[in-house]
């Protein structure tokens, strides 16, 4: 190729990004003894990961054995699900269990964890070089382009992100359309332990996951949440983006500007200090972000780049199905490697296993929820009607009303009728 | 009465953030298309404010950039030419 500079160097395998998802790759082939390069735009392993705050467990016990020296902060022992009608109250749905399954944590600490385990089976990760295309022999990925530089391998794993650069350059996506995705912006709130642990009524390594919404995201479809870290407290804000065009009156951050002032958060919130403020994409509609297929001749695409990613409307999961993503794409190379052939044909093991896993279980599992989300009646209309229930209930100095009056006088000042609201309650209970 | 709640401007937050800013910016408005932009959705949904509306249309500035991808996906226009920062420059996460 003219202008090319191709690097003598060849891999066997080689992948787009130093996320969960590449680097559990690079984790799983390195120590079956693949020679394995893995390419990351940023400056260090981590200094580009941005989440939400916490991570399912499992996923990452079954990929990593020595799982137990992963950089937890808290183990989630509470959650918590609270409706805001304004800024000034709530109602609060708290659960309280034994067994954690989930972990709080940096991102930026875990994916830097991820690297070492990579690097310790052998995988090469190299920083500083943002990949803009594939390189192809005879239609087939054969390696990787960062700009006038090829890296050669016998096939290529994509665990670039939600921002498919590289997919769209080599034309298997579009780009990005606002009803697929969502937009989070969130804030690092520091402190002491000691003092997340008074606050939130904590014990040691205990954390707390909490899910706002309603006015939280100015009544946009998506949610607000807080995960207690270990000396600090993720703060933030999603919104789906198509959404978000419309409703969104004042600038994005006000939103968590706004949730880190509210009054209902104010006992919780005192004297931390800000200490990161970041933002990124979420996949959304996953089922129509999923690229036609997830491997080609020589490509297998992984992560959110390949739209697996979970919400739950509770909570999101994808740092874990990323990583379990990756580790089966590992997995289906070592067998495509048997039999010496990664067209996709031979590759697409890769698909059927992920059809068989967790991850799409999951994904079909809750497949409506991103129907229910759609509908804005969960953000706006219910938080008002349920508002009104409670205040009828709690603050009528006449004496408290009875439960049902207080339903049915609600949805008269909001003027939706009492059949809808139980017939959307019994699809919502449907889709979950 | 208790004290107001500080408010906090957004080029404070972001100050907490560390950069190592790119000489070129990795990001190229084409503004001429922002003229007749129906919905200027960059300027209220760009988390770190990169985007602007003054007298003489939309001002772009890269520096504060989180690389987050919304300002292409929300622009009506096409208007934007979006791509990574060069070799490890641009945001670098720690608590993220």
Known sequence: MEGMNILDQKFDVAIVGAGPAGLSAAYYLAKKGFKTAVLERGREVGSKSIYGGRIYAAPLKEIYPNFNSIPVHRWVKRERISIMPDYESMISIDYQGKEAISFTAYLTEVVKWMGIQAESAGATIITDVPVTNFYKENNKVSGVVSGEDVLRSDVVIDAEGVNRLVLEASGIVKPLKPELVALGVKEVLKGESKQIEDAFGLSQNEGLAWVFLGAATANTPGGAFLYTNRDSVSLGVVVLLDKAIANVKDHVSQLVESLRTAPALKNYLQNLRISEYSAHLIPEDVWSLRPERLVYDGLLITGDAAGLLLNAGYTYRGVDFAAYSGYLAGKAIEQAHAKGDYSAGSLSSYESMLEESIVIKELKRFRKVHEVMKNGLLFEKYPKIMSGVMKRMFENSDGPSKAWDAINESCKENQYSMLKLLIDGYRMVRSL | ?96
């Open chain 2, 1 to 96: 009465m208790s004290a107001p709640e500080r408010k906090l401007r957004l080029t404070d937050i972001i100050n907490v953030n560390i950069w190592d800013v790119d000489s070129k910016p990795h990001i190229v408005v084409n503004y001429d298309k922002c003229k007749n932009c129906p919905t200027k959705a960059c300027v209220r949904l760009c988390p770190t404010g990169c985007y602007t509306e003054t007298e003489n249309g939309i001002l772009f500035s890269y520096e504060g950039c989180v690389e987050c991808g919304t300002c292409r996906v929300v622009c009506p226009m096409e208007a934007i030419t979006w791509t990574f920062p060069k070799s490890g420059k641009g945001i670098f996460y720690r608590f993220s």
